[in-house]
């Protein structure tokens, strides 16, 4: 298996790993280690909806990983009295944040 995008527990990669071309591995060394704007900057959230039609900027999200996302969607579906079912096993807030959510 060339990539694995549901594990969590996978052999990490090294960053010249990520990029085969020599100027894109030079411009993955050279960018900036800062915190961006947290759900993505504006560029990055036009790009990703370029790709679905009818899609703005303001219809994207951008996570910090799998967890992130996650939480802030259980966070925007449920609401105080809903009923909620998930599969276990699964990332752990999908059945903190319903419980969570119940007690306040």
């Known amino acids: 298996m060339d990539y694995n995008l549901s594990e969590s527990g996978v052999h990490p990669m090294r960053l010249e790993e990520l ?12 960018q900036e280690l800062v915190y961006p704007q947290s759900n993505g900057t504006i560029e990055l959230r036009e790009r990703v909806a370029a790709m679905y ?23 925007h579906l449920i609401e105080p009295g809903d009923e909620v079912v998930s599969m276990v096993p699964n990332y ?8 969570r959510s119940a007690a306040s």
């Open 92 to 99: 752990g807030q999908t059945l903190a944040w319903p419980r």
């Open 53 to 75: 039609p009818g899609a703005t900027a303001d219809h994207v999200e951008v996570t910090n990983g799998g967890s992130e996302a996650n939480f802030v969607t259980m966070w």
């Open 19 to 30: 990029v085969e071309d020599p100027a894109d591995r030079a411009g993955l060394l050279g």
